[in-house]
């Protein structure tokens, strides 16, 4: 069967966007994966660890998937721009894969485009303890105590979140509205590559050392 004009038409103003985006110069630690997102039917970016996106129009998503990892997802409220991060480490160090860093890059990147710290509110996701064996590493809790001191710090409100227990995530962030939605994985769901991530992001640490939306 043909497909309609419509359809045919829609296709193709997809394929114009993600062609866009995709032609643009990219910034150090710039996520650069555009797709289209069959079940939301919309053009997406994908962040993959150490990276991070800021936009300003809703046509675009803004999605990742985390394990002990955290996506904090920020948002000005008076401009209605935000962006996302995907951070492994709760230390500081020099690349996105620190959370030190991929916080001040990513508030650093919302205000080159107009926002305002002092409008800025946050959602928070990921920390997972999805290591078996690994627990006095305690990556995922201590992502999360760091990305939320943090915010505290820099009086940055969270305004929800889904973070620790046992499951990955998927997450996608609108982030010209602000609305954030979260599927738990089940935690035998998580793929190779991702598995492989959070393995490597547990090794590297010393031992010592709003409403969200279900889809």
Same mark, same amino acid.
């Given at each position: ?20 985006? =995709?032609?643009?110069? #990219?910034?150090?630690? &710039? !996520?650069?994966? $555009?797709?289209?997102? +069959? ?73 080159? =485009?107009?926002?305002? #710290?002092?409008?800025? &509110? !946050?959602?928070? $996701?990921?920390?997972? +303890? ?86």
């Amino acid at each position: 069967m043909a497909a309609s004009p419509l359809a045919m038409s829609g296709s193709l103003q997809s394929s114009a966007r993600l062609d866009e985006l =995709r032609s643009q110069r #990219r910034k150090p630690g &710039e !996520a650069s994966f $555009f797709f289209y997102d +069959a079940h939301f039917r919309r053009e997406a970016v994908k962040v993959l660890p150490g990276e991070y996106f800021v936009h300003d129009q809703d046509n675009i998503l803004i999605m990742t998937t985390l394990g002990s990892c955290i996506a904090a997802c920020l948002w000005d409220r008076d401009r209605r721009v935000g962006g996302m991060n995907h951070f492994m480490l709760p230390d500081a160090g020099d690349g996105g894969r620190y959370g030190l860093y991929a916080m001040e890059l990513l508030i650093n990147e919302l205000m080159k =485009r107009g926002a305002s #710290r002092s409008a800025l &509110e !946050a959602k928070v $996701f990921g920390g997972g +303890a999805v290591l078996g064996g690994m627990t006095t590493l305690n990556v995922g809790e201590r992502n999360t105590r760091f990305v939320l001191d943090y915010l505290k710090t820099e009086r940055i409100p969270v305004v929800s979140s889904d973070v620790l227990d046992v499951y990955p995530r998927k997450v996608c962030f609108e982030p010209a509205s602000g609305r954030a939605k979260v599927k738990r994985l089940a935690p035998t769901a998580m793929g190779e590559q991702l598995l492989a991530q959070e393995r490597a992001a547990a090794k590297a640490v010393p031992s010592d050392a709003g409403s969200i939306e279900l889809f």
